[in-house]
């Protein structure tokens, strides 16, 4: 209900702000608006100028490096698995053994055929040492025969010697003359399989040789090792396992030796030049680490002209996308081993573009060429050489072993 004021009693009168004092307050705050938008417009249009112009940012970017397979180059059965997914491994660590049984056997064999070898061209040597002392009797004897010859020719005419008896003697000079013409042709033919060469140079000992090192580096291939140190993923190796020439067992990640992989728009590739410093951070650790990196180089495509499935872009229903390409970024080996890295990790990439003394992503060539070795495989053969060297000097300086009544 109202209450009505009694009757001769004043009402209290309305108070209402002045519409001045409104109006300065409004264009006061106005002003403030207006002043902060300024600001933060001169803010802006300063960072531009003195910054973001020379910067490339993106977020499409990922942790990339080498996957180094451990593939057998032999046939084999699985034995022994020496390292598993996770595991941190050093380069030359055996990984995988084979059953060696059927290289230990091959090996064996490539030895006795050495053996042989050596003993064969021994013999050639000695045969051809025989050779050459038949010619020296096969000339006595034809000289022999020459002088029967002589003595009886003038004996013919006083009729010593019957004219038959001188005709066998001629026919005793041919025949010596026969004999010796095909013992030198066999000495020959024999000289010519030693001539100027020694047993360990000769052909067929070579030949024996190679074939015990090829037999020495399958046993050794039986035990498969790490090509490079990193840690071990992709494990499909298992016990009991056939495997043969070629199949992928487990894979090594180098994790010292990373990059990235920062898929740019092709709009954004303008002031990108060959070896500009990048700024990199990672998810993983977010904006309390950050990785020094320079630009090493531009892909060969985008990554839809790589896909399974690339784009047809000549059909009728294309539509522009704007793509991306991957432009490659060094990290510093130091701050990998301080703040590790895995493979596929969101990174986000900013590239100082201030620097353009190098060239453009799309004409430069990558001048810092990446080189990849191992020496891992280096001494396959360093046991064979010993093996080889012991069987051909164990069969050069062997005797004859005497039979018989010269033998007790």
Known sequence: MTQIPPSGQAQPPLTTAPAPARAKTHTVSTLVVS???????????????????????????????????????????????????????????????????????????????????????????????????????????????????????????????????????????????????????????????????????????????????????????????????GMVTKRNAQVGQRVSPGSPLMSIVPLDHLWVSANFKESQLKDIRIGQPVKVTADVYGNAVEYTGKVLGLDAGTGSAFSLMPAQNATGNWIKVVQRVPVRIALAPEQLAEHPLRLGLSMKVDVDTRQHSGLPLAIAPNVQKQTYATTVFEKEHAGAEEIVSRIIRANVAAKPVRTGKAAS
């Open 35 to 229: 002043g902060v938008l300024f600001a933060g417009c001169l803010a802006y249009g300063a960072y531009w100028l003195l910054s973001s112009q020379y910067r490339e940012t993106t977020e499409d970017a990922y942790v990339d490096g080498n996957v180094v397979q451990v593939t057998p180059q032999t046939t084999g059965t699985v034995t022994t698995i020496n390292a598993d997914n996770t595991d941190i491994i050093p380069a030359g660590t055996v990984l995988v053994t084979l059953d060696p049984l059927d290289a230990h056997l091959a090996l064996q064999r490539a030895e006795a055929q050495l053996a042989k070898a050596v003993r064969q061209v021994r013999g050639q040597f000695s045969s051809a040492s025989q050779m050459k002392a038949n010619i020296e009797l096969r000339k006595a004897d034809l000289a022999r025969a020459q002088a029967d010859m002589q003595r009886r020719a003038p004996l013919v005419k006083t009729g010593a010697v019957s004219a038959e008896d001188f005709h066998h003697a001629e026919e005793a000079v041919q025949a010596a003359q026969a004999t010796l013409a095909a013992t030198e042709q066999q000495f020959a033919g024999n000289q010519a399989l030693v001539d100027q060469i020694s047993i360990e140079s000769h052909p067929d000992v070579v030949t024996a040789a190679m074939l015990v090192r090829d037999a020495y580096a399958g046993m050794t291939r039986t035990e498969l090792r790490a090509p490079t140190s």
